[in-house]
Each structure stands twice: as C-alpha cells, then as structure tokens.
C-alpha cells in the first residue's frame, strides 16, 4: 500500500478526477487505466477547481474517541485520540489474520494514544492496542502507580478500514460517539490542540 495519496492543492480533497489514457490489457480482453495522469487536468469534486496537478501528500488522519478508566473511582483521561496512517492500518490487518488462522481470542501491539494535554504527566507504561475476534478493537494504557486501565470506546475494525479509503487527509474523526457527545468531543479536543501564538518577548 502507498504511504501518498494526491490532494488538492487548494483545498486538501482527495476527492479528485484526472484525464489519463487507457492501455488494452489482451490477457483480459479490455481496456485499463494507465497510471499516468496528463499534465493539469485534475478536477476537485470538493472545491470545484480544475486544471490543475494534485500534490502528493502521505495519508493519515486522526481518530477522536470518548475514553474511560476501567475502576469506577478512578480518573478517567478526556478522551484518546491517535493517528492513524498505513503502517497502523497494516498492522492492524496482520494482526486480525493472526487471530483468525490461530483462533486467538485477542492480540494487543504496542501503542501510544493521545489522552488530552495532560497525556506526558500521566507517566504512561504499556500502552497497547488490543484487537478482539469479534472484530473491535480499543486503545488501552495504565499509568504509573495506578492500578486500573484507561481506555478508548470500542471501535469497529471494519468502520477503520472504510474511514481509511475515504478520509481527507490531515482530517479528524470522532468515532464511537454519536450527535452532541461527538460535538462537544471536537470542540475539546479543538481547544486543546490549538497552536498556542509565539511568544516573541
Ligand atoms: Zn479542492
């Protein structure tokens, strides 16, 4: 699978229609897609502009769910948020073939999801993705001196997957939550990713 993906250069789409030549494939008895595009003839369905030649940018987006602490008085993390690019997305199909040809009821692989600002002074140990049979899979991780998990919401594998043919790249998504709680999600995890302005004093 190839880390890039063509964007528009205007508006960051990948929703994008170029003019290219066909080659007749004899083996198949019909014509394919060449992969070459020709020169400026992109069009954006998104932002409407045409003529132009898309950038090519590595694919990821960003995961947004609620998060939970696995003890009832413990303190759970606002949210955990985590990028998800090709490495992840490779990773995560090797692993479910893994479970499906071993019959495992679960694997985990290490892994490092964002909790929200206070994520470095929570001295995380053995963050892992835990992958299930059932198909779902959540983030998982303990910190120090704490005897209970913090967790993300149950996400389906298959939901990752189809999010990733269709995600903008460099976009945010909440997943496993649904109408205000998604809304209010964002609008937090908005807040505290924003840039703070350079001090120039
Ligand atoms: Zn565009």
Not at 95 to 113: C, D, H, K, T, Y
């Amino acid at each position: 699978m190839k880390k890039e993906r063509p964007v528009c250069p205007h508006c960051g789409s990948n929703q994008l229609v170029a003019d290219g030549s066909l080659e007749f494939d004899g083996a198949a008895g019909e014509w394919r897609a060449g992969s070459e595009i020709y020169n400026e003839s992109c069009l954006c369905r998104n932002c409407g502009r045409s003529e132009f030649n898309p950038e090519w940018k590595e694919h990821k987006f960003t995961v947004l769910t609620p998060a939970h602490a696995t003890l009832d008085l413990g303190d759970p993390p606002p949210y955990c948020s985590f990028d998800v690019d090709v490495d992840l997305i490779e990773k995560i199909k090797s692993v479910r073939e893994a479970i499906q040809s071993l019959a495992l009821a679960e694997a985990s692989i290490s892994f490092g999801g964002w909790w929200g600002p206070e994520t470095d002074e929570y001295r995380l140990q053995g963050g892992a993705l835990v992958i299930a049979s059932s198909g779902s899979f959540w983030a998982s991780d303990m910190r120090k001196h704490e005897s209970y998990y913090i967790e993300s919401e149950v996400i389906e594998v298959d939901d990752l997957l189809a999010l990733w043919e269709t995600a903008t790249t460099g976009s945010v998504h909440v997943l496993a939550a649904h109408g205000d709680e998604a809304v209010e999600l964002l609008a937090e995890y908005r807040t505290d990713t924003i840039e703070p302005p350079v001090d120039d004093h």
